[in-house]
Structure formats: C-alpha cells, structure tokens
C-alpha cells in the first residue's frame, strides 16, 4: 500500500467502492485522512464497512467540510452528465481527482525522483505496461505494476528511489489526474473509442495527450494523425520526446519496426536493437509497435542490448490478448478477448493468414465495417452475443457464418470446423471487436470462459 500523507487530518470523500475506490479510502485512512466512503451498492458499502471504512451517504452531507472528491474511474465526470457527487462537489468548490493523483502527489512529497513510466493508448497499452515492467525487471530493477491492468496504484508498494512504478492509465484516470506527471509518459494510439463518456473524439484525444505532454520524457507512437500531432507539438516546444513508428522507417530519430526488427535510427544511423521474429507474444505489427515504445521507455538501460534481447524474448506476453490457450490437433487456439473494438480485432486479423473467427458481443460505434479490407482472410465466423444480426448483415456474402448465439456453442464448432479444413496450421480466433457486457461482465470472464471450453475439447477431434 501507498499511504496518502498529502490529505493527513482533513476530510475526504470516496465515492466508488470497486476495487480502486476500495484502496484508495484504505490509503487515505493510512495517511491520517478522515474519509467517507458511499458507493450505490450495498454489496459495497457492506464490505467497506467490515474494513472498518466510515460509511456517509454522500447525499446529505456537508460538501463544504471535505478537502476532496475522489471518484471512482468508472464514474461519469463530465459526459454523458457529470454524476450527482461530482455537482455536489462543484458546487461547493471542492476538487474533484482519482487515485493516480493522489499517488502522484504522494510521490512529489516523498520520491520526486522515483522512476515512474505512465504508458496510455486507446489499443495495446496493457501490453506495454506489461512488456515495460518485463523489461525493467529483467535488468534486476524493483518493479510495481498496476494501475489499469489491474492492481490499484495505491495498492502497490509507495515511490522509492530504487523502485520503479509501471502504470497502465485510461482516458477516465487521466482526466481525474489533473497533475499526472510520470518520468516517462508513453501514448502509443488514439482511435474512437469511449466517446459516450468524453463527448468527441476531440476531447478523448486532448485527455490522451495529457499524458505525453506532462512527462519529463515522452515516447510517442507517431502512427496515427493524432498521436503525430503531439509529438511534433512537443519537439517545436524543445521537450525531450523519442519517436516510434511501424510505419516510417526514415525517421532520423527513434525507433521503427522495419519487417520483424526493432531499429534504432540516430545521428543519420540505423542500428540493430533485436529481432522479433520468432516470439509469439509479440506477434504482430502491432506488437512491433508496443515493443518499440516498451525499449523506447527504458532511456540509456536500453542501449543494453543484450538485456533488452533477452528480455523481449522471455516477455510471455499477457492474458486475453493474443493468448495461445491451446493445441488441438493441428488447430491452434487463440484467446484476443481483450480485443473488444473494430481497431484491436484488426491487429489480431493481421496476425495470421486464415482464421475461423468467433465475433460479437455488444457492438461499438462502427461496428465491423473498418474490418472489411481483412475479410479476405476470414475462413468462417461464428456469430455470439447481441451483434449477432448485425455483423450477420454487415458480412453479408464476404464469407461463410454461423449465428451461434454464445461461446458453448462457437467454440466447438470452429474447432471442428478448423481440423476439418485442408489448412496446415488453422486458427481458432476469439476476437470478439465488442464488449462483453452482453453475456459476460468483463473481457477477462470472457477469456477465461474461452480458455475453459477449450480445455475440455478432445485432444484430436473437437465436437459437433
């Protein structure tokens, strides 16, 4: 834990008692604040209550008393309307912030020069939150890890000068870290994506940037125009910022992926840093990417090649997002449940050549149509969840599908389906371009359920 100090002897509201909300009232209460937590669930309250948390319906509280609102990531602070805590807190002139400010804050007081890498990105930024923790601690360096990915910030050891803090941020995190200020700041992607909840894409995107512009030193994928923007942005302003790409192998300066090699160009030179051919948790141009920004972060540990070769090759790579879960036969099993929009799944299309695919779940904006250039390499689908009749639709006559209704079903048809092709190494795709929220409450769940059916299935014939 990371006792919050930067609030001792004043009051504190906590709403959200999930996870992050949990630990963040349990931080606070080890630094000497006075808080009180609500959260609209009973279930919530109950739990807090039995860790000796002070319950106070924020509802019919006196605002003016507290120093701060810490609230939940998962709670709306300005779209569609700002939560009911968050007017209230407004109203009465009380800021409103989340756990990774506070960490912050903490940070500045006892550690400024503590290591802490902040990696954000609308796609592949729990893998380079993961690769990056991998790569550090492959070089002996005491690793915290959390944030997004999963551990909470404050359930994690405090800053230290010899400890180094990896932490994976979301849009909704940034925006309550109005002083977020990570040693290193990573933005590896911006594609539409949770526009219910910032309104435009113009501000989802100025929340991601937030991130890069406040780092000391910023490592930017510049692969896409928004992501371009602010890295050009902060070299005219002179700001230490090193540049990745998969695409723009003449860059003068950064790290590119040139066909499955890492590249480092620097003084009008390109050298060698390794080659990922071969390493299946890297599969992919846009694991290139990840791994590019994961090298970028390390700074002058980086120029250490053998480390960095060492550690890329050892990555095992992380759950649910191109998962080898298992061989059947010669068809081989892969979990991208992680994949939950149009731009996620297509970086998983673009990893092999024919696949039986399983889709769907609650649809995003936009639904599948960026996926069509890829369809040419879809061999079957198998249809799951609410998208059904609509990706049913959108696919047409592209290639052969099946509405399966749910994972029971799809998974052991696309494994007979697969063994039974004239393919040399078919595979089974769960990547689902949707949330879960339909049949499963996480992406996580879903995976883990994909992983389960796939155990069960004979170890040469799937079932029909």
């Known amino acids: 834990m990371t006792p919050v100090t930067t609030f001792k002897d004043k009051n504190v509201a906590v709403f959200g008692l999930g996870g992050s909300g949990f630990a963040t009232a349990q931080a606070l209460v080890a630094g000497g604040a006075r808080v009180a937590v609500w959260d609209d669930n009973e279930h919530a309250r109950e739990k807090a209550r039995a860790a000796g948390l002070r319950i106070e319906n924020l509802a019919s509280a006196e605002w003016r008393d507290f120093a701060a609102l810490v609230l939940s990531p998962g709670v709306p602070l300005t779209h569609p309307a700002p939560h009911w805590t968050v007017v209230k807190a407004r109203e009465a002139q009380v800021e409103v912030i989340g756990d990774i400010e506070l960490f912050c804050r903490e940070r500045r007081k006892i550690a400024p020069k503590s290591r802490f890498a902040a990696i954000t990105g609308t796609n592949g930024k729990s893998t380079t939150t993961a690769l990056v923790a991998h790569l550090f601690r492959s070089f002996g360096l005491a690793v915290e890890v959390g944030g997004n990915i999963g551990t909470p910030i404050l359930a994690l050891a405090p800053p230290a000068p010899e400890r180094v803090h990896v932490i994976e941020c979301s849009s909704y995190q940034i925006d309550l870290s109005p002083s977020l200020d990570p040693s290193v700041g990573i933005l590896l992607n911006v594609t539409p994506d949770h526009l219910d909840r910032h309104g435009a894409m113009e501000n989802y995107a100025a929340i991601k940037a937030r991130l890069a512009r406040a780092a000391d030193h910023a490592v930017i994928a510049i692969d896409d125009a928004y992501t371009l923007a602010v890295a050009e942005e902060l070299r005219r302003a002179g700001r230490p910022v090193t540049c990745v790409s998969t695409t723009k192998t003449d860059l003068d300066d950064g790290i590119v992926l040139e066909g499955s090699r890492l590249m480092r160009h620097a003084e009008g030179r390109a050298s060698l840093i390794a080659d990922l051919k071969g390493i299946a948790s890297l599969r992919g141009k846009h694991n290139g990417?990840?791994?590019?920004?994961?090298?970028?972060?390390?700074?002058p540990i980086g120029l250490a090649l053998e480390g960095v070769r060492k550690g890329l090759a050892t990555f095992p790579g992380l759950a649910h997002r191109l998962e080898e879960v298992g061989r059947k036969g010669k068809v081989l099993f892969i979990n991208d449940s992680k994949a939950t929009n149009a731009d996620a799944a297509e970086k998983a299309l673009l990893s092999f050549d024919k696949v039986f695919w399983i889709i769907g779940g609650r649809a995003k904006q936009g639904?599948?149509?960026?996926?069509?250039?890829?369809?040419?390499?879809?061999?079957?689908?198998?249809?799951?969840?609410?998208?059904?009749?609509?990706?049913?639709?959108?696919?047409?006559d592209a290639f052969p599908y099946e509405i399966c209704g749910d994972l029971e079903a799809a998974v052991p048809k696309a494994g007979r389906d697969a063994l039974a092709s004239a393919l040399a190494d078919p595979v089974v795709l769960l990547s689902p371009a949707c949330a879960s929220f339909d049949q499963y409450p996480d992406f996580e769940k879903r995976g883990d359920h994909f992983r389960k059916i796939v155990e069960t299935l004979p170890p040469t014939q799937t079932q029909g």
């Not at 990417?289 to 700074?299: D, H, S, T, Y």
């Open 289 to 299: 990417q990840n791994a590019a920004a994961a090298v970028a972060a390390l700074g």
């Open 367 to 396: 639904g599948i149509e960026p996926l069509r250039p890829l369809f040419g390499k879809i061999v079957k689908a198998y249809l799951i969840g609410e998208a059904s009749e609509a990706f049913a639709s959108a696919i047409g």
